[in-house]
């Protein structure tokens, strides 16, 4: 039996809008501001390879199944696991798995709009000059002073979040398909324009080293854990954006294709990230492991101090801010799709309430670097605790258990009547990753981690 219940929310007008939008969804904090970070905590190239094998061997089968599930589903990821659960005949509780990809992605958006906000706010600060011949003491002032006022933080979080809310509210083609057709062109000229600077610089090729000459001796359990981690957060697996994406998909897509596509230039976005940003760190002699403050404490001392500067400053933080806003669309869509198709919502009305409970959990985050700095759960703050959750636990249980679901308990030709790949060779392949290669990695990482490997 195949479920072809059209969606009230929507379908893509093509398959270029459907990889446009899901490569948005890929492409955002987690290529620019999250990959060069913790490549450089990692190690550099190391890292790269491990997280690359990731992609390859992890990834992207998940992702081929996580669509192929919206799309046979045709429904948002709470309905979709309820339904496909039913037509396996399988364990009730395999719905919950539809929920916890939705309360994923509510989770990472409530502290990503909140990123996304200073990245938005840098772009104000860049353009009036605030960087120009600052020293790291002056920058970092900056930067202290600007997380120190949670009315600041509140300002551009509600900001961003006000501008998610504004597309998403427009539904699939006049909102996520436009956002994604004029906002995805846009973030690949202005990344190529920061490569194309960083390639003038004369730490050009020490950076180049620095990312792809690998020293294994800096990789430990958690750099593993890390890169898995980060395959999933920044290919959008295990949150619900892929499937209920997947949803609008056209059944005559081949989704193993659009998958590779998507993939790739997710992860050519977040190598592009690494060469334009490593020359410009090593060319100011500052660190490129600078945790998280990377982006907003090292990188403007160089801004403020290089030629032309000023003006690649604002590109960079305007690149942020889109690549965010592409993201950010994508991890609320699944919950307002629940809300539209469960519970009568209007689009309007589903939006208003997805961003308000958003909105007031990022409130979480905001706090964790002011006044509540202090707060600490398991050694970790608000937005520490948020982020290890979600990146390093919730996604890969999810992506666990999209692989157990798609490789152990979907009928094998419900699968492959869905992915209709071009040989029986292919199929198999896709298989044995998702059955034994995507969950043993996961599952032997996890054992590792926690002690007992």
Same mark, same amino acid.
């Given at each position: 039996m195949t479920?072809?219940?059209?969606?009230?929310?929507?379908?893509?007008?093509?398959?270029?809008?459907?990889?446009?939008?899901?490569?948005?969804?890929?492409?955002?904090?987690?290529?620019?501001?999250?990959?060069?970070?913790?490549?450089?905590?990692?190690?550099?190239?190391?890292?790269?390879?491990?997280?690359?094998?990731?992609?390859?061997?992890?990834?992207?089968?998940?992702?081929?199944?996580?669509?192929?599930?919206?799309?046979?589903?045709?429904?948002?990821?709470i309905e979709a696991m309820e339904v496909l659960t039913d037509e396996a005949g399988a364990d009730h509780n395999w719905h919950y798995l539809g929920w916890m990809g939705v309360i994923a992605g509510l989770l990472i958006l409530s502290y990503y709009s909140v990123i996304a906000g200073w990245a938005s706010a840098y772009i104000l600060k860049a353009f009036t000059g605030s960087f120009l011949d600052a020293d790291a003491l002056t920058i970092k002032k900056i930067f202290d002073d600007f997380v120190a006022s949670p009315i600041q933080l509140i300002f551009w979080h509600s900001l961003f979040m006000l501008a998610t809310m504004l597309i998403v509210v427009r539904g699939v083609n006049n909102g996520l398909e436009k956002a994604a057709q004029y906002l995805m062109p846009s973030l690949f000229v202005l990344i190529?324009?920061?490569?194309?600077?960083?390639?003038?610089t004369d730490s050009y090729f020490q950076g180049l080293h620095f990312l792809f000459m690998p020293d294994f001796s800096k990789l430990t359990s958690n750099s593993v854990l890390t890169a898995m981690g980060h395959a999933f957060f920044t290919l959008s697996l295990g949150m619900g954006a892929i499937m209920v994406y997947g949803s609008y998909l056209s059944k005559n897509i081949s989704i193993a294709k659009t998958a590779f596509l998507i993939a790739? !230039?997710? +992860?050519?976005?977040?190598? #592009?990230?690494?060469? =334009?940003?490593?020359?410009?760190?090593?060319?100011?002699?500052?660190?490129?492991n600078s945790g998280p403050g990377l982006i907003f404490e090292?990188?403007?001392?160089?801004?403020?101090?290089?030629?032309?500067?000023?003006?690649?400053?604002?590109?960079?933080?305007?690149?942020?801010?889109?690549? !965010?806003? +592409?993201?950010?669309?994508? #991890?609320?869509?699944? =919950?307002?799709?629940?809300?539209v198709e469960n519970k009568d919502f209007t689009r309007e009305k589903a939006c208003v309430w997805s961003g308000l409970v958003t909105?007031?959990?990022?409130?979480?985050?905001?706090?964790?670097f002011n006044i509540w700095s202090n707060v600490k759960f398991f050694d970790r703050s608000i937005f520490q605790l948020l982020d290890y959750l979600t990146a390093n636990l919730m996604l890969p249980i999810g992506g666990f258990c999209i692989a157990v679901f798609s490789g152990w308990i979907m009928k094998k030709h419900h699968s492959e009547q869905e992915l209709n790949m071009p040989n029986e060779t292919s199929y198999q392949i896709w298989k044995l990753l998702i059955s034994y290669v995507a969950p043993g990695s996961v599952f032997l990482v996890f054992l590792h981690v926690i002690g007992v490997l």
């Open positions: 479920y072809t219940k059209k969606t009230v929310h929507g379908a893509w007008s093509s398959r270029f809008a459907f990889i446009l939008a899901a490569t948005g969804s890929a492409v955002g904090l987690g290529n620019i501001w999250k990959f060069p970070y913790i490549t450089g905590e990692n190690g550099g190239g190391a890292f790269v390879i491990v997280y690359l094998l990731c992609v390859l061997l992890i990834g992207i089968p998940i992702m081929i199944a996580e669509t192929m599930l919206g799309r046979r589903s045709q429904k948002n990821p190529f324009a920061l490569v194309g600077y960083a390639m003038t790739g !230039a997710d +992860t050519v976005v977040a190598l #592009l990230a690494g060469i =334009a940003i490593f020359p410009i760190v090593f060319a100011n002699n500052l660190h490129p090292t990188l403007p001392i160089a801004f403020g101090s290089m030629t032309g500067g000023w003006l690649m400053g604002i590109l960079f933080f305007v690149m942020l801010a889109v690549a !965010a806003l +592409t993201s950010a669309i994508s #991890l609320i869509e699944p =919950a307002v799709a629940w809300l909105w007031a959990l990022g409130l979480g985050t905001v706090f964790s």
